[in-house]
T-cell receptor, first 112, second 115 residues
Framework: EAGVTQSPTHLIKTRGQQVTLRCSPI?????VYWYQQALGLGLQFLLW???????NRGNFPPRFSGRQFPNYSSELNVNALELEDSALYLC???????????FGSGTRLTVV | AQSVTQLGSHVSVSEGALVLLRCNYSSSVPPYLFWYVQYPNQGLQLLLK??????LVKGINGFEAEFKKSETSFHLTKPSAHMSDAAEYFCAVRPTYNQGGKLIFGQGTELSVKP
């Protein structure tokens, strides 16, 4: 069974640019979660998608957005990049509330 | 709101020694509880989870954790540390009621294993 896949693995962008990160969940998982892991800040919840709908979002500005497609894959978009957006962005999928997440390997975003 | 506290951001043990990583949660009802491990430049891997039933949970790589409701704790242990256990460990809770479906993570504990 394929795990959660994220692309790209690494990305370097300039301040002010826009970026799109992609995530494919495990087959059969309908929920996708996005987390930001910045140095020294732990894992911060960004977004939760389920059945194509945004169900919850963390305390991030509106320039962080995303969507979930009918095949349950997901995109995370970040507009007007700032230096502090440099982080590892982790996507996870889940089958049900009493299951843990299965994480992808992440996308390392560097903003210069 | 639920929260998770991991005591000690860094823990160092000798190879072969007991590993004990502490996790306490705040919740009015017992949540689902998880431990994850993260190796450098990788995503998180599920070590073990507690949902219902037996309070002593066994996971992968010889780790186990015990849910203690009276202490609101879910400490992670391994009897004998191995060099390959060096990594960052995260405790997480997920409310049994719907709080946005998200996992709430502790700040992580970095485990070092000395030869």
């Amino acid at each position: 069974e394929a795990g959660v896949t994220q692309s790209p693995t690494h990305l370097i962008k300039t301040r002010g640019q826009q970026v799109t990160l992609r995530c494919s969940p495990i087959s059969g998982h309908t929920s996708v979660y996005w987390y930001q892991q910045a140095l020294g800040l732990g894992l911060q919840f960004l977004l939760w998608y389920d059945e194509g709908e945004e169900r919850n979002r963390g305390n991030f500005p509106p320039r962080f957005s995303g969507r979930q497609f009918p095949n349950y894959s997901s995109e995370l978009n970040v507009n007007a990049l700032e230096l502090e957006d440099s982080a590892l962005y982790l996507c996870a999928s889940s089958l049900a509330v009493n299951y843990g997440y299965t994480f992808g390997s992440g996308t390392r975003l560097t903003v210069v | 709101a639920q929260s998770v506290t991991q005591l000690g951001s860094h823990v160092s043990v000798s190879e072969g020694a007991l590993v004990l990583l502490r996790c306490n949660y705040s919740s009015s009802v017992p949540p689902y509880l998880f431990w994850y491990v993260q190796y450098p430049n990788q995503g998180l891997q599920l070590l073990l989870k507690y949902t219902t039933g037996a309070t002593l949970v066994k996971g992968i790589n010889g780790f186990e954790a015990e849910f203690k409701k009276s202490e609101t704790s879910f400490h992670l242990t391994k009897p004998s540390a191995h060099m390959s256990d060096a990594a960052e460990y995260f405790c997480a809770v997920r409310p049994t009621y719907n709080q946005g479906g998200k996992l709430i993570f502790g700040q992580g504990t970095e485990l070092s294993v000395k030869p």
